[in-house]
């Protein structure tokens, strides 16, 4: 192997081929989307085929005994359109639907929880945001405490998903809905304890919480389909906006070295990242804003490579990680 220019060293238990790029594919010709770390992962154990079901190909395994799904990069792909398809139904709907919420929006009554439900979902969409399960940890496990009076609105800000700072300003000069919105946030706010929930309706003179789930029913009512939650909202946004990134992109000159095209995805992955609040280093002198996560769950992975398709480049090997999820 090292005289045929293979000098790096492989996970041992792979049975299979590979290229001169290190990437694996199965005896019968088929990429696999991933190669296994050697650092990470001590053995492969490849599937033995006797469960129809099973349509890993092999499973990475750890020291510690925990391991990784690898499937083919084809079987990813599919998987990768599956969802992308559900987002791409929701994004056709989404102007239809949230026209309905920010109805109940404008005329809010906090003794309807509909209408508390729909301030959630703006939120949520307007911000790009997460809707979390733990208290204080999303817009939709907010507490009273998370919630801000400013001159300009209201600000939301708590710890999001991995410990990252989450600020949330809502203004009331964006836009008529948004005033609307804000004094909505303002009447939840009121006469309650920095440790209650925000998003609560009254009954009968009794506060009762909205949470996650009345907030996903809420979202179908409102005529979201079926299989799509309100986490597709994120997805929808990121989307969305590298949609409008590549459009812009095809009034510019095609980047003429691979590295000026690796150069501008990251650029327009990161500004979804933005949007997204996606940051690694956090709280460290090399905090950034990173566009690797948004490029590989809230990006159609059919968009990502039809901008390379159209410059003429081969996709960046971490593109190939769209194809790859594992699951431990």
Known sequence: MNDAGFTHSMVPGFKGMIDD???????????????PNLSTYSRVVMNPKTDPGASWEFKAIKPDGSYAYYYTAAFRRQQSDAKFENVAQLMKSIKGIRAKW?????????ENKLDVCAVVLEVLFSNAARVGSQPGRGVGTLLVKNA????????????????????????????????K????????????????????YEARGVRKRVPPSM?????????????VTVHKLRTCRGTSLFKILLDKDEERRPPTTEK?????????????GKLLNHKRGV???NEKVTGATAAISYIDSSLQLSLFARWGFRPPTALEKLLHKQEE
């Open 148 to 179: 801000s009076q400013t001159q300009a609105g209201v600000n939301l800000a708590y710890i999001g998903k991995d410990s990252i700072p989450t600020k949330h300003i809502i203004k009331r000069s964006t836009s008529i809905e948004h005033a």
């Open 181 to 200: 919105l804000v004094d909505a946030l303002l009447e939840l706010m009121a006469d309650k304890k920095p440790s209650e929930f925000l998003f609560t």
């Open 21 to 35: 790029q290190g990437r694996w594919y199965t005896k019968a010709g088929e990429l696999i989307g991933g190669v």
């Open 215 to 227: 907030v996903n029913q809420a979202f179908k009512h409102f005529g979201a389909p079926a299989d």
């Open 260 to 272: 000026d095209a690796i150069k501008r995805y990251r650029d327009m992955t990161e500004q979804v």
């Open 283 to 285: 709280g460290s002198a």
């Open 102 to 110: 920010m109805t109940h929006v404008k005329k809010f009554d906090i």
